[in-house]
């Protein structure tokens, strides 16, 4: 089965800068992968998706890469702020429809 | 927008118990999943439904089951609760088809003493 790697270490940054969380995996390429963003005490909500054919997609201060050849995610957050803090979850397809695998996720620390 | 509801956010009960945790969605998903959080051990698939009636197991389903009477109403229910059931419970929901993403509930902290 797939298996999914994310820094189980928390990333502490100073607000301005840039935030960059790794999501690795050992298997199979998924036809797609999912970042979400999770708050203390909630469910996870959904923040991006890209598929394997695409190598970055970005959304406001959001940028993700996918490389199949490394089986690596990166998830970026750019000029980061106090309320970008969070645990950040990536999660892969596992080829049955709607079906997702979660990585154990990765807190982010934004301080002033 | 949708909403994905969860019947309790907190819940205490005692070992052998049955307990019943309810899930609503109210955009007409085709697919519901049940999850348990623990820390370091991510989001666990419990069970999930493709449809009203259908069930699927998922990556650990052991003293649990699920029942789906109605589209939007997906219930997980723990035969006879024990400790290590202590738990982050969510619940989630899709439209179904490719490249879906899932939409979580608010969770469920069970305690079992």
């Known amino acids: 089965s797939q298996k999914i790697e994310q820094n189980s270490e928390a990333l502490n940054i100073q607000e301005g800068k840039t935030a960059t969380l790794t999501c690795n995996y050992t298997?199979?390429?998924?036809?797609?992968l999912q970042w979400y963003r999770q708050d203390p005490g909630r469910g996870p909500v959904f923040l991006l998706l890209?598929?394997?054919?695409?190598k970055e997609k970005r959304k406001e201060r959001l940028k993700v890469t996918f490389d199949t050849t490394l089986k690596q995610s990166l998830f970026h957050i750019t000029a980061s702020q106090p309320a970008d803090s969070a645990t950040y979850l990536c999660?892969?397809?596992?080829?049955?429809?709607?079906?997702?695998?979660f990585g154990t996720g990765t807190r982010l620390q934004v301080t002033l | 927008d949708v909403k994905v509801t969860q019947s309790s956010r907190y819940l205490v009960k005692r070992t052998g118990e049955k307990v019943f945790l309810e899930c609503v969605q109210d955009m007409d998903h085709e697919n519901m999943f049940w999850y348990r959080q623990d820390p370091g051990l991510g989001l666990r698939l419990i069970y999930f439904s493709y449809d009203v009636k259908m069930k699927e197991k998922g990556d650990i389903p052991e003293g649990y089951s699920v029942s789906r009477e109605k589209k939007e109403r997906f219930s997980l229910i723990l035969e006879s609760a024990s400790t290590n059931q202590t738990s982050m419970y969510l619940c989630?929901?899709?439209?179904?088809?490719?490249?879906?993403?899932?939409?979580f509930g608010p969770g469920t902290r069970l305690l079992v003493l």
């Open positions: 999660a892969l397809e596992t080829g049955t429809a709607s079906k997702l695998t």
């Open positions: 298997n199979y390429s998924p036809a797609y």
């Open positions: 890209i598929r394997e054919n695409e």
């Open positions: 989630a929901s899709t439209t179904g088809g490719l490249e879906e993403t899932q939409y």
